[in-house]
């Protein structure tokens, strides 16, 4: 089975697992390529969960507006921001920035 975006998908079915991998060996293009459908499906978990994450985040903000309060509360998102800061170093806080973007102002 083709791996989504893979050379294979778009390219002749002549391709070696070797060549879409970019390996030097049949067995490096097998481990290569089992590594990428763990990706692949860990990726679909992400989203899936980024999604329900922006869901919670509607319901948390729309409950804000209804009390009178405003759509974004920045200590939180600080909050927030320290915590990918901390678990993932520097590129956390871009992820957590991300995060917090595709989360906010759904409503």
Do not use: F, W
């Not at 999604?51 to 759509?71: D, H, M, T």
Request: aromatic share 0%; with cysteine; glycine share 10%.
């Amino acid at each position: 089975m083709p791996l989504r975006g893979s050379p294979s998908t778009t390219r002749s079915s002549s391709m070696t697992a070797t060549d879409v991998t970019g390996a030097r060996t049949p067995e490096a293009a097998e481990v290569i390529t089992g590594a990428r459908e763990r990706i692949d499906a860990l990726d679909d978990r992400i989203i899936g969960l980024i999604q329900e994450r922006a869901a919670v985040s509607a319901v948390i903000q729309e409950a804000r507006i209804r009390s009178g309060g405003r759509r974004v509360n920045l200590s939180r998102e600080m909050e927030v921001l320290g915590h990918y800061r901390e678990a993932l170093g520097k590129p956390g806080t871009a992820l957590a920035m991300t995060l917090l973007e595709l989360c906010r102002g759904k409503i």
